[in-house]
């Protein structure tokens, strides 16, 4: 019988998280015990600026309970602090009046959310099946040693982004672009460095729908110069047609 608990023999391409046990660095670090009781953060000494206070209020506002806007809180502070670092957890546990030990072990948890500094702008490569066998791994490398110098960036393989249909891909600071061939390696490093939109005709945004009106708001102009969505009658309704009755002596 096989050994299922054996561990298969590795080999360069199999998939990093393996490695340590988990997809999330961090996880198997040991916990000080010697730090004090997690407290909530007092709000007389703990400043939040206040776009990042209302962001966080606005999400907590969608929720019956409050701790289910942990991971868009924390998504937010992130963005403007560039990780989830210390302060960033205190500022969101000060609004949200939970325990940095909460928030900590929610964004330790989730891999999109960071726990130490990786530099602001993110670029994942999708490195699942559909993107690995169109040359996803390969354009992981490639952008790992065209901007392995760039401080402030983090490049690094996902598991799945969800859009097999442009393997392969990537997703820079959210956008999506791809299929992206070997000749757009260069161009996309230098874009990403930049700061520069991201392989314009590659987004995904561009590429055209079914819909017309994907994606813009109610009574939008499409792209035909219709407007989406179902405007409001003008007067008063158009009475509804009745079909002709039958004589009652004809009635079944």
């Known amino acids: ?3 299922l608990g054996r561990t298969a023999p590795t080999t360069g391409l199999d998939p990093r998280r393996f490695a340590h046990g988990s997809r999330v660095p961090g996880w198997d670090d040991a916990v000080d015990l010697s730090k004090d009781p997690a407290t909530l953060p007092d709000p007389a000494t703990t400043p939040v600026p206040a776009e990042l206070r209302a962001e966080i209020e606005s999400h907590m506002a969608k929720y019956p309970d409050h701790r289910s806007a942990a991971i868009p809180a ?8 560039g990780w989830c670092s210390p302060e960033a957890i205190d500022q969101v546990a000060c609004v949200m009046r939970l325990t940095p030990a909460y928030l900590i072990a929610v964004a330790s948890f989730y891999d999109m959310l960071d726990t130490e500094p990786v530099g602001h702008r993110r670029v994942y490569v999708c490195t699942n099946i559909s993107c690995s066998l169109n040359g996803g791994r390969e354009l992981l490398a ?5 901007l392995g110098d760039a401080g402030d960036v983090q490049v690094r393989g996902f598991e799945c982004l969800g859009a097999c249909d442009i393997a392969p891909m990537a997703s820079v600071d959210g956008v999506y672009i791809g299929p992206i061939a070997d000749g757009d ?7 990403v460095r930049e ?4 392989l314009p005709g590659k987004q995904l945004l561009s590429r055209r729908s079914v819909d017309p009106g994907a994606g813009a708001p109610d009574l939008a102009p499409s792209a035909f110069g219709e407007p989406m969505g179902t405007p409001e009658p003008e007067g008063p309704p158009a ?7 039958q004589p009652e002596d004809e009635q079944p």
Do not use: F, N, T, Y
């Open 185 to 191: 390696v260069a161009e996309l490093a230098r874009q």
């Open 195 to 198: 700061g520069a939109d991201p």
């Open 142 to 146: 490639r952008l790992q040693e065209e």
């Open 1 to 3: 019988m096989k050994d």
């Open 239 to 245: 009475p509804i047609e009745q079909p002709p009755s």
């Open 74 to 81: 924390l998504a937010a502070a992130q963005r403007l602090h």
